[in-house]
């Protein structure tokens, strides 16, 4: 509920609607989804649009409820959020990232990185730099292996308190990307000033480009070369769109034209006729 301008309260419809019996079961069953292993991450490959090749995979997360079946991390990260679960579950995502890639170097692929969500209650904490590089010495994972997505949101804010810890992560060659970037007003001043590699396009800006909606796409990518830093289309879809991120040099792509998010184990069967040879 929020307080409108005339002091009346308006009870905004989030994602669950009306439905605020279901949001409050699912608030308690994530409390246990943790013990009970529940959870687990899929991995979704970052093609190089050049060569082909997979230059990266993203971690993203799945709930597999008893009684409801596979649940959005769009619908629950938001509740894990609002109740506090998030820096435990977000210990264990990174953890979990850290170990499936551990893994697939003892499998022999490398030059492949790791990225992990990283929600801004996450980004927050005191000690968050502290316990990635516990996590990374406790899997026995080289940093430069793992890779942060932060949104732009987290970025903007408290931009000291980014800066700090953004440097931090850098002088341990982790690499960091700006995900969703387009969609939270930066201000470029800040972003300049913030020590990262990459920026991630968001979907929006993709799935238009062939029909004449390209030009924002097309400032981030002239703003991204400016500022030496990669760029990742996401949400790419058709080969059309492929084409013309090609066109307008962008280096990575990510979307279901080239694979959709799966298991681990799926996961080292598409790498290895990539690494292997
Ligand atoms: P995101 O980080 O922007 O992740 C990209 C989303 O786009 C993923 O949805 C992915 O499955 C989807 N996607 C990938 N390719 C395509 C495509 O070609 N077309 C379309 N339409 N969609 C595509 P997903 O997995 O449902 O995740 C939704 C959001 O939930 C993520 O957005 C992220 O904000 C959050 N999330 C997911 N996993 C985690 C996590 O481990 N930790 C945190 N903190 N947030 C996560
Ligand atoms: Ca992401
Ligand atoms: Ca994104
Ligand atoms: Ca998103």
Request: aromatic share 10%; charged share 25%.
């Amino acid at each position: 509920a929020k307080e409108n301008g005339r002091k009346q309260f308006i009870i905004y419809a989030d994602e669950f609607g009306e439905n605020v019996n279901e949001k409050f079961e699912l608030t308690n069953n994530l409390y246990d989804a943790l013990n009970k292993e529940q959870f687990l991450l899929n991995y979704q490959p970052q093609v190089d649009l050049h060569s082909g090749k997979i230059v990266g995979v993203e971690a993203l997360i799945r709930w597999q409820h008893p009684t409801k079946g596979m649940i959005s991390p769009a619908k629950f990260i938001p509740l894990a959020e609002e109740t506090g679960l998030i820096n435990p579950l977000g210990l264990w995502i990174l953890r979990r990232a850290c170990l499936d890639r551990k893994q697939w170097l003892d499998a022999g692929i490398q030059d492949i990185r790791v990225a992990v969500n990283i929600s801004i209650k996450q980004f927050q904490q005191d000690n968050f730099v502290e316990t990635v590089l516990d996590i990374l010495e406790e899997t026995g994972l080289d940093p430069t292996y793992l890779e942060l997505e932060i949104t732009e949101g987290i970025a903007m804010n408290k931009h000291q308190d980014v800066i700090k810890k953004l440097t931090l992560l850098k002088e341990k060659l982790i690499y960091v990307s700006i995900d969703d970037f387009g969609t939270g007003y930066s201000s470029l001043s800040y972003l300049k000033e913030l020590p990262i590699n990459q920026l991630k396009v968001d979907q929006s800006f993709v799935q238009g480009i062939c029909d004449g909606n390209y030009q924002i796409l097309q400032s981030i990518i002239t703003l991204a070369q400016a500022m030496q830093l990669n760029v990742v289309a996401e949400g790419v879809e058709t080969k059309e769109q492929a084409e013309m991120l090609k066109e307008f040099k962008c280096s990575i792509a990510q979307g279901y034209l080239y694979y959709k998010p799966m298991p681990a184990e799926d996961l080292l069967a598409v790498l290895n006729p990539y690494n292997l040879t």
